[in-house]
């Protein structure tokens, strides 16, 4: 009689039995190292330890209980096997999609590619894979089967020619690829970037929902791509005013706002021409069409503000309720304890102050000029920025009840750009009117010479702080 360790079953048997446990733990702490990760790897590893493994083990004890007959006949078995060779189809399918495609990086060709290439490979590996199992393990004429699919699917052609054509059509567009994913195109009758591309639509995010143009609808149209006019995108506006505002001021504004802009692509300059009558168009260059929209918002925003302060009728409306006499008196009460005024000389300051408004983001003031007034912030925060190479480093914020062009006493010129964080409501007084309050006030002008040492130490601060991060982060 064989000993039992010599019989064909025992060492299978003693891979599964001592194999699977040690397998299924080591997957279990992958599978727990991926998760804790957030690495979507540990979905395919849970589907091997959960069903691929398992199902390798009942096969590889089932083919032993069948030994007397060929393992590859019994019905029980081909079907365990069928399933397990689907399991595996699964397994490698999600794997790869995972592993190219879930988990690429953004910005490379595997997070660009439209969705319909994947899903074209996905159902070829699909047909492959399934085409050997079933000629691993029942047997079956492969090739006969794909000739008859072969021909099936020449019938169906023709009789879906209507239906397929556009889809065909659709697939040379994008084997040519005239746009990627998180392109913009300008069809003509829509403007938006594409989000997604599949079987038969190119579906456009417009800003006002999702337009989903079919694929033949573009192969058979010329359309614009956006987003390869070499670096730049142009952008374009018009605007009115009155014909009473001078030509020449109304450019300059609309130059200067435009130059300002946070979205301006860098070393390029606006331009603004009139148009005729009280009309002006404005052209600026932007990184990409997804600014445009955001660029024109805050054009429009900071040129409302801009045309009040000037005294300008954008759109033709040259009325500012905002600033009344009332309004301004109410705000030299507000400052006449910072200055030292009294009730005559708070009166007598009335006539030479304004009131002026800043929208957030607008610059209040820039480095390198002598102000010619106090400007006390009456509402809104102010931010002191230091430019530091292509930076602007934060160095203090001016709050309400504060003031900014201290150094217009001294006449020095400004060190940092000043910044509206919110909205922004100062008044502007004259350096000729601080220069007559400091005469018969000298505490006046030692209030503000401390204001000036203390941003300069801020300034100085900041620079410090920044160079020491560069150094450590070089060393």
């Known amino acids: 009689m064989t000993p039992f360790w010599q019989q064909d079953w ?30 979507d790897l540990h979905k395919i590893i849970g589907l091997l330890r959960n069903a691929v493994v398992p199902l390798i083990a009942i096969f590889i004890l089932s083919t032993q209980v069948t030994e007397a007959v060929d393992p590859k006949e019994v019905t029980a ?5 069928t399933v397990l060779g689907f399991l595996v189809i699964i397994f490698v399918l999600n794997g790869l999609n995972i592993m190219l495609f879930t988990n690429a990086r953004k910005g490379t060709w595997r997070e660009k590619i439209p969705s319909i290439f994947v899903d074209i490979a996905r159902i070829v590996l ?21 000739t008859a699919l072969g021909v099936g699917s020449l019938v169906i052609g023709l009789a879906l020619q209507s239906a397929v054509g556009p889809v065909i059509a659709g697939l040379f567009l994008l084997f040519e690829q005239p746009f990627r994913l998180g392109d913009w195109l300008d069809t003509g009758g829509a403007r938006g970037r594409v989000v997604e591309v599949n079987w038969r639509s190119v579906h456009i995010d417009t800003g006002n929902g ?13 359309f614009t791509n956006l987003s390869r006019t070499g670096g730049t ?6 605007v009115t005013f009155t014909t009473d505002d001078p030509p020449a001021a109304v450019v300059a504004l609309l130059q200067r706002i435009a130059a300002e802009l946070p979205q301006k692509y860098p070393g390029t300059t606006p331009s603004a021409v009139p148009i005729g009558g009280a009309a002006y168009s404005v052209s600026f260059e932007v990184r990409g069409p997804s600014q445009e929209g955001d660029a024109l918002a805050v054009f429009r925003l900071w040129l409302w503000y801009a045309a009040r302060r000037a005294g300008l009728g954008l759109d033709g409306d040259t009325t500012d309720d905002f600033v009344t006499d009332e309004r301004r008196d109410a705000a030299v009460e ?11 000389d708070a009166i007598a300051l009335r006539p030479v102050v304004r009131l002026e408004r800043y929208a957030a983001g607008e610059t209040i003031m820039r480095p390198g000029v002598v102000p010619r007034a106090l400007r006390f912030v009456l509402s809104g925060s102010v931010e002191l920025r230091v430019p530091f190479e292509d930076e602007q480093l934060p160095a203090s914020r001016v709050e309400a009840g504060d003031y900014v062009g201290q150094t217009a006493l001294t006449r020095e010129v400004v060190q940092t750009n000043q910044v509206a964080l919110t909205e922004v409501t100062v008044l502007v007084v004259p350096v000729e009117a601080i220069d007559t309050i400091v005469r018969s006030s000298p505490q006046l002008a ?23 991060q560069l150094r450590a982060v070089a060393s």
């Open 10 to 39: 025992f060492w299978p048997a003693i891979v599964v039995i001592v194999g699977l446990p040690v397998v299924l733990l080591v997957l279990t702490e992958w599978q727990s190292n991926l998760q804790r990760r957030g690495n």
């Open 334 to 344: 507000t400052i006449a304890p910072t200055l030292y005024l009294g009730a005559d």
């Open 233 to 238: 995108f142009p952008v374009s506006t018009e």
């Open 126 to 146: 699909i047909a492959l894979g399934l085409a050997l199992v079933f000629k691993l393990v029942w047997n079956a004429d492969v090739g006969g089967i794909f």
């Open 446 to 468: 030692k209030d503000i010479g401390a204001v000036i040492d203390r941003r300069h130490q801020d300034v100085a601060d900041a620079l410090e702080a920044r160079i020491a």
């Open 210 to 222: 999702i337009l989903i143009m079919p694929n033949s609808s573009l192969a058979g149209a010329s």
């Open 77 to 81: 078995n081909r079907i365990i096997g």
